[in-house]
């Protein structure tokens, strides 16, 4: 279940990147995200407010430790799409999306250097076959040497949230937590979005609708199901199941946009959900189960 929750994530990330596109040609980028997390936080306060600082260690609060491990979290997100974002304008969008998937990679080795977490052969093989999977769905054109840093940046920024809340979930209300984590990632961009002078009233459907669904559905919602999931699942196994990200942006693209893939991409598609299945037995089993319905 919760493996199956991930990847409804990854989905709803997927469709949502055609609207960001859109909204952030007419909107700016830093200001749109400070509006994006505030909607998140409002989104999940109802709920939150009576669960924080009720409790200790397992209790239903996160407490004084917990909270200030969520805001840490929420900032690291932040911290990653400020570091994503900047890459992407200086490199080529094959690369930002090919490193960025790279987390795939960089959360085990994290797991393992930072908490000794022992990671299985299965598992080694199929975070392997899915980097492979995103070399061939991006394709790797090369980028700007620094753009290119910069994404490497986020996608170890990325991978240091999964690890480390894989370590917080357990202990902590994933409600409570979450909403830390967005009021954080809000104020982190509020910030940037100030200085930049980036502030005006949103303007038409087209950007309000983008966040009301991005803030609602892909913060609010997304990031609470992986506090969620991370509950149940490891952090190799959570950046396994991002992975497929990148697969529902190009399904998507391929249905909504009018985007094209050939057979390298669509191989790197099957070679992503391959991995997934070789690193987690119950999702083989799910797909052999559905393979034949299909």
């Known amino acids: 279940m919760a493996l199956l929750a991930l990847i409804a994530v990854t989905a709803i990330w997927g469709v949502t990147f055609v609207q960001v596109k859109d909204a952030v040609e007419l909107y700016p980028l830093y200001a749109f995200l400070a509006l994006r997390f505030a909607i998140a936080s409002l989104a999940l306060a109802p709920a939150a407010v009576v669960r924080l600082g009720h409790g ?10 917990g909270t200030g491990v969520a805001a840490f979290l929420g ?13 992407l304008a200086r490199t080529t969008v094959s690369s930002t999306g090919f490193i960025t998937g790279l987390y795939v990679v960089f959360t085990p080795l994290l797991a393992l250097g930072l908490f000794r977490q022992r990671i299985g052969t299965a598992v080694w093989l199929g975070v392997a076959l899915s980097a492979g999977g995103l070399a061939m769905l991006s394709g790797i054109h090369a980028g700007s040497a620094t753009g290119d840093a ?16 894989e370590r917080v979930a357990r202990r902590v209300d994933p409600v409570a937590l979450t909403f830390v984590e967005m009021v954080a990632a809000c104020a982190a961009f509020g910030v940037i979005a100030a200085v930049r002078s980036d502030f005006e009233a949103p303007h038409g459907w087209t ?8 803030g609602v559905f892909a913060s609010a919602l997304g990031f609470l199901v992986q506090s969620w999931a991370q509950r149940r699942t490891s952090a190799t ?6 992975a497929l990200e990148p ?10 946009a009018g985007d094209r893939l050939g057979a390298l991409g669509w191989g790197g598609c099957a070679a992503i959900l391959g991995g997934i299945a070789l690193a987690e037995p119950a999702a083989g089993q ?8 299909t």
């Open 56 to 65: 200790r260690g397992s209790d239903p609060g996160t407490g004084l430790k």
């Open 75 to 87: 900032l690291l997100l932040a911290a990653g799409y400020a570091l994503q974002t900047e890459g």
């Open 150 to 165: 910069l994404v490497l940046a986020a996608s170890g920024v990325y991978s240091l949230q999964i690890v480390l809340l």
């Open 207 to 214: 950007v309000w609708g983008a966040l009301l669904v991005t």
């Open 237 to 242: 196994r959570t950046a396994l199941a991002f």
């Open 247 to 256: 697969v529902w942006t190009a399904v998507f693209g391929f249905t909504l």
């Open 286 to 293: 799910a797909l052999r189960r559905l393979l034949p319905r």
